[in-house]
């Protein structure tokens, strides 16, 4: 068997082989060094480095159309009635809440664009889904996030129409004084408080020009967002100056917006009345003139907010130590303070209006606050110190002077006009023609005329038939006579008949030497009605009839001493039959069952006015009390030299008791 051998160097002698080795300079790889590449048939084996952030998309993470797709499919299957993608519609929102994981502000983007493209599909069924977008922190992410967003709302509100009422309420909660932590989201740039205001202003002019019917909805939204009566200073103040911001953009709604703040301070006003009443007098006297001086503008501070709620909470922690009538005047200081920034903020506001050289812009808000007196301060018993927005600004012209009182007059000789707000219109009339600095002295003597007047017809109509004094039945005549009376004693100087009636009051200090001359009809009127049937003396305010009595008796016109010491042996009597007067309200007063019971309440609204912050806008316009010359003169000098005895007086006792102290 023949063996075949196979001849290999052949083969191998034909591979070329290099002449010469080239040298190299790579020297022998360490186990340190990489891997040559390797070749393309083989795998890559991939590596990842540990300083490289690795990140898992998650499923909501995806393109915007797939997002749009997702959000169509999750409307179209709920109306077959699968609800697992319209679920997880709403947690996206949810998730803008922070209630779990964060998603990235493009998905939220792209969410939203989604919900612009199906917002037909935004009905009333889907109320919950709407709610929760509407909830979402949406005012404190980045300013296209929130472009967007407006876009959605007025798609939202032109759209379907049942859910703008719920967007409007959402703006207006935005302009109240929010957690401290609402402008921070995440990682995103923190969003200041002032930030989140102009947003949600900017967004609700938006949608008052863009849907006619906004106004109207917005009007319910205000009043709703508005702070309860015993929430604090800071968001009472907040709150204002938020709703004023917004009469900037939207002036048809002003009215309304300042109804509504003087109405809210009006329920302030009568509460911190009330709680004075019912103080101690040791405690409630005086407690106004302590407040401290007004603290800064809390709009300008308004990121420094949290320490105002930290203080308020320590004070609560304090009041758990106090009794509880210290505890009473630390809260009506606390109303006082929040009373006096409105009332401030209040002034600026119609300043602006009554210093603009256009007399319409003045004669507006000279009628607003018109209607608000006739339709809220008058009516409201006690109101104390709002007021005086309108003493305020009717004294700017002898034409709106005239305005308020002509508007006083009407009301109170208004026989169609509930009897009490008869009664509390004529105490406003004495009060402003009394106090009013700027009030000129034809006003003075035209009020004292139509008083004069109508109290001589019901004279003729109550007279034939009185058997003394009566406040229930009588009491419209009580009220008239009661403003008269104070009417003379402030401005008694303006109905005297002199050779020049344009002197200055500065000249009235100057003592009397000759009798004094009375306009026609001032002094009948007093005497007719003094000594009229009716006796008002025995029910008028006792503390009115006694400075009326000094005052007429120094000034000869009238004398009544006579009559106040009959008017104590006489009885007043208790007709059963509802009259025109203070009966009709339970009042600190009026609860009284000793003799005061049958004197008209002493309440004149105009009285001195004590806000610390407030007062500077009335300084200029207000008329205090001034002396009698001759008479109060006489009794200062006879009161110092008694108080000069009564002090030698106490020396010499206190002098005797050391003396006998030391014998013993």
């Known amino acids: 068997m023949s063996t075949i051998q196979r001849h ?6 034909a591979t070329p082989k290099p002449l010469l080795r080239r040298p190299t300079l790579v020297r022998k790889r360490e186990d340190g060094d990489e891997a040559p590449p390797s070749s393309p048939g083989k795998k890559v084996k991939v590596t990842f480095d540990s300083d490289v952030e690795v990140r898992v998309v998650s499923d909501w993470e995806k393109a915007p159309h797939l997002i749009q797709e997702q959000v169509r499919r999750a409307f179209a299957k709920r109306a077959i009635g699968d609800d697992s993608g319209y679920d997880k519609l709403k947690d996206v929102y949810s998730k803008i809440k922070g209630n779990e994981e964060e998603l990235s502000p493009v998905t939220i983007k792209n969410y939203t664009i989604s919900l612009i493209a199906n917002v037909s599909a935004l009905n009333k069924s889907n109320y919950d889904l709407v709610h929760a977008v509407l909830n979402s922190d949406w005012l404190g992410r980045t300013a296209d996030y ?15 129409g049942v859910f703008l009422e719920d967007v409007m309420r959402m703006l207006v909660n935005n302009l109240t004084a929010a957690p401290p932590s609402y402008g921070r989201i995440g990682d995103l740039p923190v969003v200041t408080r002032l930030t989140i205001y102009a947003r949600a202003h900017r967004a609700l002019q938006y949608l008052l020009q863009l849907v006619p019917s906004a106004g109207h909805i917005l009007s319910s939204a205000m009043t709703s967002a508005f702070p309860h009566q015993t929430d604090s200073r800071r968001s009472h103040v907040i709150y204002v100056q938020n709703l004023l911001k917004l009469v900037e953009y939207s002036p048809e709604l002003r009215g309304e917006v300042l109804a509504l703040i003087t109405e809210r301070l009006v329920k302030i006003d009568v509460q911190v009345q009330v709680e004075l009443e019912d103080l101690a007098d ?14 800064p503008d809390l709009m300008d501070n308004i990121e420094e907010s949290d320490m105002s709620d930290e203080e308020e909470d320590s004070d609560e922690d304090e009041e758990d130590e106090e009794d509880e009538e210290a505890q009473r005047a630390k809260e009506i200081t606390k109303n006082v303070e929040k009373m006096d920034a409105i009332l401030d903020i209040l002034f600026s506001h119609y ?18 606050l018109l209607s608000q007196f006739v339709t809220t301060i008058l009516p409201t018993h006690r109101s104390r110190h709002t007021q ?23 009301i109170t000789f208004d026989k169609g006009q509930p009897a009490v707000v008869r009664q509390a219109s004529a105490a406003y009339l004495a009060s402003f023609v009394a106090r009013g600095m700027h009030v000129p002295p034809n006003i003075v003597r035209d009020v004292f005329d139509y008083i004069g007047g109508e109290l001589a017809r019901l004279r003729r109509e109550y007279e034939p038939t009185c058997r003394g004094p009566d406040l229930r039945r009588y009491s419209s005549f009580y009220v008239l006579v009661q403003a008269l009376l104070y009417i003379f004693c402030f401005r ?30 001032v002094k009948e009127a007093l005497s007719q ?31 009544v001493y ?7 042996r006489v009885r007043v009597l208790q007709s059963a039959g509802t009259g025109y007067g203070q009966s009709n309200r339970e009042t600190a007063l009026s609860a009284r069952r000793d003799e005061s019971y049958h004197h008209l309440d002493a309440y004149f609204p105009f009285d001195p006015y004590h806000l610390p912050k407030s007062k500077r806008w009335i300084e200029g316009d207000y008329r205090a009390w001034s002396g009698i010359p001759g008479l109060d003169d006489e009794q200062a000098s006879e009161s110092d030299s008694d108080d000069e005895e009564g002090a030698e007086s106490e020396v010499e006792k206190g002098t005797e008791t050391d003396e006998t102290g030391g014998s013993s």
């Open 388 to 410: 005086f927005l309108l003493f305020h600004f009717a004294q700017q012209s002898s034409e709106y002077i005239d305005t308020f009182v002509g508007t006083c007059v009407q």
């Open 8 to 13: 290999t160097s052949p083969i191998a002698a």
């Open 351 to 368: 300043e602006q209006s009554f210093t603009n050289p256009s007399i319409e812009e003045q004669v507006g808000s000279l009628n607003i």
């Open 146 to 160: 929130v472009a967007l967003f407006v876009r959605l709302l007025a798609t939202l509100s032109s759209a379907q």
């Open 282 to 295: 040791d405690v409630g006297e005086g407690l106004v003139d302590q407040i401290p001086p007004a603290r």
């Open 529 to 559: 009605n003094v000594f009229s049937k009716l006796n008002p003396l025995k029910v008028c305010s006792t503390a009115i009839v006694t400075e009326f009595a000094r005052i007429t008796h120094h000034l000869s016109i009238v004398y």
């Open 492 to 521: 008694w100087r303006d109905l005297e008949s002199t050779p020049d009636d344009d002197f200055e009051d500065d000249d009235l200090n100057t003592p009397y030497t000759q009798e004094h001359q009375w306009k026609s009809g």
């Open 562 to 568: 006579h009559l106040l010491e009959t008017n104590k």
